[in-house]
């Protein structure tokens, strides 16, 4: 994939990891998003057809959630709560995997999610989250700008918009560090550095606002940022499984 397809101005082939993330507490096993439906990881044309993405995404029927859940001796039945950063595909495509799960979307993202941006509607796919079977899932719409998942600081969720309306960064206080997870609300270290939106938002203007509300957050936390879709930043944090504490 090309940088300028991530941020507006960035240049480049760049290689994208398409991540879902575990956090273990006290209170329940929470997923962050649950990336692509699994049959991508058997076959991307089963979901892409003839599309772009059927030749830009590799992956392995062993890379999907449920046989990454199973090595650290979980099932998608032990989730119970799945943090939906926002309704693209390659964060939601899973859902309809945790039944037993607490949804948790921000304000306003499943009403874009029926209806999506002109520039983002290719990355909407409706069975993802408006299937019969994961409509009725108990899903809760967080309201305000920050969201503390447990009430005990460990997990809050930050309503930073303008990818979509209700983009979700989560910031994750951890015995050693703290680390925010970007989720879409930069897709590159480029966007920070320049302050750039991606081609996709639903809002440029606020995208940019959002980002610098994401660095001042990063930097009154002593947090590290993980950019989720930034190749670099999975080689600072580890391989997938690598336990972050």
């Known amino acids: 994939m090309m940088a300028e397809h991530m941020v ?6 760049v290689e994208i990891p398409l991540p879902a993330f575990l956090i273990e507490h006290d209170k329940g096993l929470i997923m962050v998003d649950t990336g692509f439906h ?6 991307p044309a089963l979901l892409f057809g003839d599309r772009p993405e059927t030749d830009m995404i590799v992956s392995k ?3 999907a ?21 926002h309704l693209h595909t390659d964060h939601a495509g899973g859902l309809f995997q945790f039944p037993n799960a607490q949804f948790i979307v921000g304000p306003g993202e499943l009403d874009y999610g029926r209806n999506p941006s002109p520039e983002s509607a290719h990355l909407v796919m409706e069975r993802d989250f408006l299937s019969d079977e994961v409509r009725n899932f108990n899903w809760t719409e967080i309201t305000g700008e920050r969201h503390d998942l447990f009430g005990d600081g460990a997990i809050e969720l930050l309503h930073l918009p303008g990818h979509t309306p209700g983009q979700l960064a989560v910031l994750v206080r951890l015995p050693e560090q703290n680390v925010v997870l970007s989720a879409d609300v930069v897709h590159l270290r480029e966007a920070v550095e320049m302050l750039a939106p991606a081609p996709t938002d639903t809002d440029p203007e606020q995208a940019v606002e959002s980002i610098r509300k994401l660095v001042t957050i990063v930097e009154e936390e002593n947090a590290k940022l993980w950019i989720i879709h930034d190749y670099r930043d999975w080689k600072e944090f580890g391989a997938p499984l690598t336990p972050v504490r």
Do not use: N
């Open 8 to 13: 507006v101005g960035a240049e480049g082939p």
């Open 65 to 85: 959630i449920e046989p990454q859940l199973r090595k650290l001796g979980y099932t998608p039945e032990d989730i119970t709560h799945v943090i939906v950063s």
């Open 38 to 43: 699994p049959c991508v990881c058997e076959d």
């Open 61 to 63: 029927p062993e890379e």
